[in-house]
């Protein structure tokens, strides 16, 4: 069972640039949730994908947005980035079954560094 | 919207307990989860509770009560490799997961 995947690991762009992040899912799960995490702060929700539509968005503008694709497989998308931005993205996979809360499993991240 | 509360930082002595405490106030509950992350690596899950009570596994055990809006992370005989933050987080009832700020716990000898 593969887990789940991120590229690439380490990023530097400069302000103003857009930047795609992908994640390949854990196999079977057919949910991917992105994640914020700032340095010395927990992860902060994105959004959430679940067959191929968005279910679900944090607190962040529209710059940030989001694809699935049919095999769950996901990208991140920010434009115009901002010195802010720089921070370790996360991906997690989970199934979505009926209402019931699932385990989310982590990616490794990608760490963005806006200069 | 979500507010999820916890400290930021303990330090514990290998071998003591050390209780890692976390409130929440949430729009929409599914359950609570407990993460732990070691600097520089991914999150690995813990712990889940929706029901109120104690779930206990091996040297860690998670307390809810949902009347409360309370949660608390037991550990058990501290070991040095426990050192990492340990995150606590509410999902709602669309399965999205909200973190609160983690907290560092340092294990001294």
């Known amino acids: 069972e593969t887990g789940v995947t991120q590229s690439p690991t380490h990023l530097i762009k400069t302000r103003g640039q857009q930047v795609t992040l992908r994640c390949s899912s854990q196999s079977g799960h057919n949910t991917v949730s992105w994640y914020q995490q700032a340095l010395g702060q927990g992860p902060q929700f994105i959004f959430q994908?679940?067959?191929?539509?968005?279910?679900g968005r944090g607190n962040f503008p529209p710059r940030f947005s989001g694809l699935q694709f049919p095999n769950y497989s996901s990208e991140l998308n920010v434009n115009a980035l901002e010195l802010d931005d720089s921070a370790l993205y996360l991906c997690a996979s989970s199934t979505s079954s009926g209402g019931a809360a699932n385990e989310q499993f982590f990616g490794p991240g990608t760490r963005l560094t806006v200069l | 919207g979500q507010n999820i509360d916890q400290p930021t930082e303990m330090t514990a002595t290998e071998g003591a307990i050390v209780q890692i405490n976390c409130t929440y106030q949430?729009?929409?509950?599914?359950?609570l989860f407990w993460y732990q992350q070691h600097a520089g690596e991914a999150p690995t899950f813990l712990s889940y509770n929706v029901l109120d009570g104690l779930e206990e596994k091996g040297r860690f055990s998670s307390f809810l009560s949902r009347s409360k809006g309370y949660s608390y992370l037991l550990l058990k005989e501290l070991q040095m490799k426990d050192s990492a933050s340990y995150l606590c987080a509410v999902i709602n009832g669309a399965n999205n997961l909200f973190f609160g700020t983690g907290t560092r716990l340092t294990v001294i000898p």
């Open positions: 994908y679940y067959r191929e539509e968005e279910n």
């Open positions: 949430t729009s929409g509950f599914n359950g």
